[in-house]
């Protein structure tokens, strides 16, 4: 079955999918899901349903060891990109350190990723199973990175 057409969807991430399919933007989403395990699907359905063509689909575990995390976000993910256009699906980015915060802050610039060998053109999605307004307050979530992220939010943590 195709992920778009799935008939047992709730009526908010229906809400959702359609609030991006008809907004006519490849705007960053941010999904807060309780269970950050069903955070892909979503986020490859949204990839299936934006407005424009992006490429790979490419995931990054922000929960992943410093070294790996490191590899996969600012060194590997330049290699796995088809065509110079991916969306880059951050998994529990809340777990991102502040220096990998700012560092891919620093690297999205006009949703290009500009810092790394080649410039891309992403569209990134990114999930999280907290919530990054108190990191924020708390100060150990960037609040210029948490801004840019989410300019669609999708809250479904009662899914």
Request: charged share 25%; net charge positive; aromatic share 4%.
């Amino acid at each position: 079955m195709n992920v778009v057409e799935n008939q047992r969807d709730s009526p908010l991430l229906a809400q959702g999918l359609d609030l991006i399919r008809t907004s006519g933007t490849d705007a960053c989403v941010l999904i807060s899901m309780g269970v950050s395990s069903q955070a892909e699907t979503v986020a490859r359905r949204i990839h299936a349903v934006s407005p424009s063509p992006r490429g790979r689909f490419v995931p990054i575990d922000c929960a992943a060891a410093p070294s790996v995390l490191e590899d996969d976000l600012f060194a590997r993910v330049n290699g796995r990109l088809a065509h110079g256009a991916c969306t880059l699906f951050l998994k529990e980015v809340g777990r991102l350190s502040l220096d990998h915060q700012r560092r891919l802050l620093a690297s999205l610039i006009d949703a290009t990723l500009a810092s790394w060998p080649t410039r891309v053109r992403a569209r990134v999605i990114a999930c999280t199973s907290e919530s990054l307004l108190d990191r924020v307050i708390h100060g150990t979530f960037d609040d210029r990175l948490f801004y840019r992220l989410n300019v669609i939010h999708l809250d479904l943590r009662q899914m």
